[in-house]
């Protein structure tokens, strides 16, 4: 929190699960809020590790929002159940992922483009009673998009937007579009939370000094990349080993697909994680492949921290 404005962590699939977001509040000290992956219904039935995920008891001390992404009625109201039934109070609702797959059939980005499913949506929505917050971005292929948005605040009670300053289409590259910054901060009738490429708490402080309507800030990619981002006190290497250990020991009891599957699991972890660490040390956590030979290298990074 900065002058009570807030700092969210963002979703980010395949990084910060619960193991991650637990980890994360033990060394670092728990942010404000983490807002969890998507959950999605898929062949039927919401994804099973999506509902684990979410259990209140893999996700003890720290404050999480679960979000969705559906872009029909009877998955989105299984899901909503879902959260309530998980004892939520509070869900968030994706209307920013650009996966072309998942666009093109109308989901995340791709309603931004569509007002007739945000029309639907906001049907489904209004049955709720959880708190409801929208994570989106400026538009599927055009920044104007994220007008199309607006008359579901008319009828709904939303709580907050998030917004990534980019198009869909853009997928994670390019410019984030901080031109739109004033604009949308002046016509989206509630408080709205700055997104995309936010990378140092100064980044963070000038954009709030810059921006004082601006209810606060989400990060992702930097403090996946480095996890001590938020409170550069902590950024010391006996932290960054601890904070390792604590997702290697938890993957390895949560994983039962036996060494190979934790080897690609931490390997991908790595493929984020302290980009700037020793180079050869890092090649050399890539190559492992063995458990015995990924320590020697991890220590060999931390030693060289
Ligand atoms: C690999 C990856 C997975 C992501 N998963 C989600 C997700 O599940 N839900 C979501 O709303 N955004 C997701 N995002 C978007 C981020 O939450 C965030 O909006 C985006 O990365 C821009 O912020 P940043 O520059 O601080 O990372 C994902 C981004 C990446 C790179």
Redesign the pocket.
């Known amino acids: 929190m900065i002058d009570d404005r807030q700092i969210l962590v963002?979703?980010?699939?395949?990084?910060?699960d619960h193991v991650w977001r637990t980890a994360h509040a033990q060394v670092f000290g728990a942010a404000e809020a983490y807002?969890?992956?998507?959950m999605r219904v898929e062949h039927g039935s919401i994804r099973p590790r999506d509902l684990r995920d979410l259990l209140p008891e893999n996700n003890t001390g720290i404050y999480v929002v679960p979000?969705v992404?559906a872009c029909r009625p009877n998955d989105m109201e299984r899901m909503l159940q879902a959260v309530v039934d998980m004892g939520y109070a509070e869900v968030?609702i994706?209307l920013?992922?650009p996966h072309t797959p998942v666009a093109r059939k109308g989901y995340?980005a791709g309603m931004l483009a569509r007002p007739e499913a945000l029309a639907s949506l906001a049907q489904t929505i209004s049955q709720t009673t959880l708190k409801v917050s929208l994570?989106m971005r400026l538009g599927w292929d055009d920044a104007n998009q994220w007008r199309n948005v607006l008359p579901l605040m008319e009828v709904l009670p939303i709580d907050h937007v998030?917004m990534?300053y980019?198009l869909g289409t853009q997928q994670?590259r390019g410019e984030?579009l901080s031109q739109f910054i004033d604009e949308t901060l002046r016509d989206i009738p509630v408080p709205v939370f700055l997104?995309?490429?936010?990378?140092s708490i100064a980044t963070v402080e000038a954009l709030l000094s810059r921006y004082p309507q601006a209810a606060g800030v989400?990060?992702?990619?930097?403090?996946?990349a480095d996890p001590a981002m938020l409170c550069p006190d902590r950024s010391l290497p006996e932290n960054y080993r601890r904070f390792h250990d604590l997702l290697y020991d938890a993957y390895s009891v949560e994983l039962t697909g036996g060494d190979h599957q934790l080897l690609g699991k931490l390997q991908a972890l790595w493929e984020r994680l302290l980009p700037d660490a020793d180079r050869r040390a890092r090649k050399a956590i890539h190559k492992a492949t063995s458990l015995d030979r990924y320590h020697q290298a991890v220590s060999q990074l931390f030693d060289a921290l």
């Open positions: 963002a979703p980010i699939q395949g990084w910060t807002y969890a992956p998507f979000q992404l968030n994706n920013g992922c995340g994570k998030v990534h980019r994670y984030t997104n995309g490429d936010i990378d989400m990060v992702g990619r930097a403090l996946v």
